[in-house]
């Protein structure tokens, strides 16, 4: 009888990684709910820091970019455990400096690495869960949430007690970084531990075979509606409640974090639901809970209903990403690592284009109507919800997919 449990490298491969999600998670916390605190040691007006916020998710979609180059040279697992502490240095950098032009350089460094290091971790992700032959790329993401949760709740002790940034940053840098390094000694950059993937070294590299775009074009789509609902919830929940719903301030600052911890729960069981009733099932439940979620918001009498409705957001959007990821690696099992870097850019497309839109529309008409455009947008996944079916073999080598697959 053939032992299928993965091998112990497998399973250190895995841990490894999760911690690595883990502390990019915590990371990008400590940058974006300190926001206010760095706009004011740098006395940046209201009108110049959207040129700094929006700097970050371009400069982070060209370092995807020029990921997918750099791994033709280097394995993901390398890339990865250099980045990684580039990113977590340009955090203290930038809460540490006192000029706006080494904020700017801080912010440039930081959304150039993270660019490479989201791509980097989610190639790693692909991989790991080939070689497992098993659904694991929500796990992952779910230890990006509970880092996100960590951070976020540090940053708050921060503001609580009124420390300045570069001690707050200093000392969870100073842990982080030794943290992650330890923890890429076991990455595992291939999947040779898998029994389907006995082959030689040039069949098994990831770079011998070309992406097709109108192929990756369905998830590409899935990716970017998927963080226009995430970035309307992280930029415009509070302001919702508060401004719309008429909460308390203080009740205003409870949504995010309910809609993190619920993004926790949905990807720590999400696994188990792709396994039992497969990632088109997943992808669709997720796809019309969050729809759910958004028309509630909208609805909404009051702010405890409003926050039932992100409740119904973290479950339902928290499945789509990592999911996203996991297809595309399976659509070209041959060019996993392109593909990945390709997909990842929608990320932060998404982020760009979420909060403005939602901004733009909640100011030139009402806020309520503004949340159901990315209702809508979010509902348009279930038309490419069979973009998620298992490919079969033969395809992802730079052919096209099957028929089935609507490209739109």
């Given amino acids: 009888m053939t032992d299928s449990r993965p091998s112990r490298r497998l399973r250190q491969g895995r841990a490894s990684l999760a911690i690595s999600f883990f502390v990019q998670g915590a990371i990008f916390a ?5 926001i206010p605190a760095l706009q004011d040691r740098y006395g940046i007006s209201d009108g110049l820091l959207p040129l700094f916020l929006a700097a970050v998710p371009i400069l982070a979609g060209v370092g995807s970019v020029g990921i997918e180059h750099l791994v033709k040279r280097m394995r ?7 980045v990684q502490p580039i990113v977590s240095l340009a955090l203290l950098a930038a809460g540490s400096g006192t000029t706006v032009w080494q904020l700017a350089a801080a912010l440039a460094v930081f959304g150039l690495t993270v660019g490479a290091l989201d791509a980097s971790m989610n190639m790693l992700g692909v991989s790991l869960q080939r070689a497992y032959g098993r659904s694991i790329m929500l796990g992952f993401h779910g230890a990006y949430s509970l880092g996100g949760i960590a951070g976020a709740s540090l940053a708050w002790v921060g503001a609580h007690w009124d420390l300045p940034l570069p ?21 595992v950059d291939r999947q040779g531990d898998h029994p389907a993937d006995n082959q030689s070294d040039d069949q098994a590299d990831d770079h011998g075979a070309a992406v097709s775009m ?5 998830l590409c789509l899935v990716m970017a509606f998927a963080y226009i609902g995430d970035s309307t919830v992280s930029n415009w929940s509070a302001k919702y409640l508060e401004d719309v719903l008429h909460s308390s301030e203080q009740l205003a600052t409870v949504p995010y974090n309910v809609y993190m911890v619920t993004t926790l729960l949905g990807r720590s069981f999400g696994d188990f639901g792709v396994r039992r009733f497969g990632a088109v099932a997943v992808v669709r439940a997720g796809a019309l809970l969050a729809g759910a979620g958004f028309a509630v918001v909208a609805a909404a009498p009051g702010p405890w209903v409003g926050m039932g409705g992100f409740t119904l957001l973290g479950l339902g959007l928290c499945v789509l990403v990592p999911q996203t990821f996991a297809a595309a690696g399976r659509l070209f099992p041959g060019a996993s690592d392109a593909a990945v870097a390709r997909l990842n850019i929608f990320n932060y497309v998404g982020f760009l284009i979420g909060s403005p839109l939602v901004g733009a529309l909640g100011g030139a008409w009402n806020y309520r109507a503004a949340m159901l455009v990315p209702m809508a947008l979010v509902l348009v996944t279930i038309r490419y919800a069979r973009s998620f079916t298992p490919v079969p073999a033969g395809y992802g080598d730079g052919h096209e997919r099957p028929r089935t697959v609507d490209v739109g």
Avoid: Q
């Fill in 214 to 218: 109108r192929a990756l074009l369905p």
């Fill in 30 to 34: 400590l940058l974006v709910t300190r």
């Fill in 167 to 187: 001690t707050l940053y200093a000392p969870l840098v100073a842990t982080l970084v030794p943290v992650a390094l330890i923890a890429g000694r076991w990455y």
């Fill in 76 to 82: 993901p697992g390398l890339v990865l455990r250099g």
